[in-house]
């Protein structure tokens, strides 16, 4: 069984677009959502419109979905202290997503323990004990296996970092990161998704890069009326970090 794995959209319609083309050219029969919909991105509702109105997804909660359902003082004081461009930009998705959107997101699984053609896979956002914890490249491997410790699950797929890479651990775990569709932090902003295949109990597992109109994008992004839209824009042009 061929699926697509898919993280960290954050309204980017253009990346999601493209991605999803990029998906029915490799023959994917399911794709799988980690998470992180519509926070800070060009155009939330469209985005948030599309996703709800798919049948054959299997979406779990991030970070930021939870963030927007629980949109509130709470959660602005807590942006503005650490990221205050992501507090306005809540804000402003939030004038656009109402209640409806907002109890879409906050019923959405933190994460799920699934089996593929006979292999044991759970679905993650951040990490197995916290959907805000970063798996990065090059971690030593101590610090890792001490985030999956406690899971039983053959493959782990995760994203939140919006930086792609794996691991092969000590304790004959996967764990993927599979990168961004919408805000990707690489060296070349292509939006990123991971395809594997399945069968019988074994995998492999291969990182897509793919073109997108980041121009079109960022464009869109700009003309969003919050302080910092700009700066979020230039990031899909020019990643320099993953937080702002």
């Known amino acids: 069984m061929r699926v697509a794995v898919i993280s960290d959209i954050h309204a980017n319609l253009q990346a999601l677009d493209a991605v999803l083309e990029d998906i029915k050219e490799q023959g994917c029969e399911h794709i799988f959502c980690l998470g992180d919909l519509a926070l800070a991105g060009p155009q939330p509702k469209e985005v948030m419109d599309f996703i709800m109105a798919q ?3 299997t979406i779990i909660q991030g970070n930021t979905d939870r963030m927007i359902a629980n949109y509130g003082q709470e959660v602005i004081d807590f942006l503005e202290a650490q990221y205050p461009v992501m507090a306005n930009a809540i804000t402003a998705d939030s004038q656009e997503l109402d209640d409806t959107y907002r109890a879409y997101l906050a019923n959405l699984p933190p994460q799920l323990s699934i089996e593929i053609d006979g292999c044991s896979v759970l679905l993650v956002h951040g990490s197995p004990r916290a959907n805000n914890e970063d798996i990065l490249p090059k971690m030593p491997m101590d610090i890792l296996e001490e985030m999956i410790y406690g899971t039983e699950e053959k493959l782990i797929f995760c994203g939140h970092t919006h930086i792609p890479c794996g691991y092969q651990t000590n304790t004959n775990q996967t764990v993927v990161n599979v990168g961004s569709v919408g805000r990707p932090m690489t060296e ?22 793919v073109n997108y109109n980041n121009k079109l994008a960022a464009q869109i992004m700009s003309q969003r009326d919050f302080m910092g839209s700009d700066r979020l824009a230039d990031l899909l042009l020019n990643p320099v970090a993953r937080h702002i």
């Open 55 to 57: 049948q054959n997804w």
């Open 188 to 209: 070349e902003p292509k939006a990123c998704y991971v395809v594997a295949d399945f069968e019988e109990g074994s995998f492999e597992i291969h990182h897509r890069f």
